[in-house]
């Protein structure tokens, strides 16, 4: 399955546009959202465009695709307003013979990783940083933000595809790739 991964679009109408216009693009089966979708939270600047409403209209468009862990900006308020399920605190993919406990990183993360099987990955977005490492017998994956990313790295996502993952601009420039092996 071709899976796009996202995180952190605080809100921002520009940068879920071009989100969407990327899963177009990637001709993606599933968009899994990493959390923190609609409020831009107390610590951040507000984003670019920022206009909640308008990314509803724009995410409820796509509620047959997208996959979605609740991120530490949501709220019970969100979730009756969006027509995607988006309060669980993680998902579980199988695939290639692995697990990937995809959070959105506020709870599970690298200081406090949830129970795992040798080999496993563990995905989170909440820093903003995009990141690929390999922790004891696990990996790390992080899609960055597509709204408001840190550290001086692009507003990105990943393309999860055949046990490869793939780090993209929204323009779909390809600026890392990492097979967990």
């Known amino acids: 399955m071709k899976l796009m991964i996202a995180s952190d679009i605080h809100g921002s109408a ?3 546009r071009k989100l969407l216009d990327a899963f ?24 670019m465009e920022y206009a909640p409403k308008s990314v509803i209209d724009m ?17 019970e308020v969100d979730q009756m307003v969006l027509g995607f399920p988006i309060m669980a605190d993680y998902c ?10 995809a959070t959105h990183g506020h709870i599970y993360n690298k200081s406090n990783m949830p129970p795992l ?19 004891g017998n696990n990996f790390y994956i992080n899609p960055g933000s597509v709204s408001i990313p840190k550290d001086n790295s692009p507003n990105s996502y990943i393309i999860s ?5 793939v780090w993209k601009t929204l323009d779909g420039e390809v600026y890392n790739s990492f097979t967990p092996v």
């Open 14 to 16: 520009l940068y879920c």
């Open 24 to 47: 177009n693009r990637e001709k993606a089966e599933r968009l899994l959202l990493l959390g923190d979708i609609l409020y831009h939270g107390p610590r951040n600047d507000l984003p």
């Open 59 to 75: 995410l409820n468009e796509y509620k047959n695709y997208i996959l979605c862990v609740r991120g530490n900006c949501e709220a």
């Open 92 to 101: 579980i993919i199988f695939e290639n013979g692995r697990t990937i406990y």
């Open 117 to 135: 099987s040798k080999g496993d990955i563990l995905l989170h977005g909440h820093t903003h940083i995009p990141a690929w490492e390999k922790i």
């Open 161 to 165: 595809e055949n046990g490869v993952f």
